[in-house]
């Protein structure tokens, strides 16, 4: 069966996630009005500007359907900025700023500092099988089901409620190029429909975190 996934087309890798997604085995389509949403059997929420997206989705009418449908049940993917926006609760926002919430956790915004500070690392990801493009080749030395994350100004969680899951965490140990105080820090999370991570896969070249979307919103 094929779904379509929509990808939100206001701000952020548009067309990256919508490759992504492509590559497996979804049908796409940009998102940026109601009637647009209402067609669509998942939704990715890509990074950008938190504050922005949260401006644009309020004057592109979206921003109650969006809820409505995620109250509903839609499957949501949101990497990054997305992530902020699926949160129920968030450190470091603006006075004004509002969420569409749906997973019960606690974000904080831009917690690994500003553009600067981006970086990547490797990450065990719970539920992520071997072989992305991380992990091919003989000797590569990768473990098994991790995932080569880059963290672009990222938020991570803070704090997670009893039916989250979580998938991926920032070892605890000291790596260099990794800022101390993200030791241990959430940075993927899954609640029945809805999945998030801090980090951008679509940039990447490994498709395996929307492969797991695809499934998700497959049912």
Not at 21 to 26: F, I, K, N, V, W
Not at 32 to 43: K, S, T, W
Not at 58 to 74: N, S, T, W
Not at 184 to 197: D, P
Request: with cysteine; proline share 5%; glycine share 12%.
């Amino acid at each position: 069966m094929t779904i379509t996934i929509g990808v939100l087309a206001l701000q952020g890798d548009v067309r990256e996630h919508r490759a992504a997604l492509e590559s497996a085995g979804a049908r796409t389509v940009g998102v940026r009005r109601p009637e647009e949403l209402a067609a669509v059997d998942g939704l990715v929420l890509p990074g950008g500007e938190s504050t922005t997206i949260d401006k644009l989705l309020r004057i592109f009418d979206l921003a109650e359907p969006l809820r409505d449908r995620i109250r509903e049940g839609l499957p949501v993917y949101g990497s990054c900025a997305g992530m902020i926006l699926l949160a129920d609760r968030i450190l470091g926002g603006t006075a004004d700023q509002r969420t569409l919430g749906g997973l019960d956790v606690t974000v904080r915004r831009n917690a690994f500092g500003r553009q600067v500070d981006s970086f990547e690392t490797d990450l065990p990801f719970e539920g992520l099988a071997p072989g992305g493009a991380d992990e091919r080749g003989a000797g590569s030395g990768a473990a098994t089901g991790s995932v080569h994350a880059v963290f672009i100004r990222a938020p991570w969680v803070e704090d997670v409620g009893p039916d989250v899951r979580v998938l991926a965490r920032i070892p605890d140990e000291e790596a260099p190029g990794i800022p101390a105080a993200a030791a241990g820090r959430i940075v993927a999370v899954q609640q029945g429909s809805l999945l998030a991570t801090s980090f951008h896969p679509e940039i990447s070249g490994d498709t395996r975190v929307h492969e797991l979307f695809v499934r998700i919103a497959k049912g």
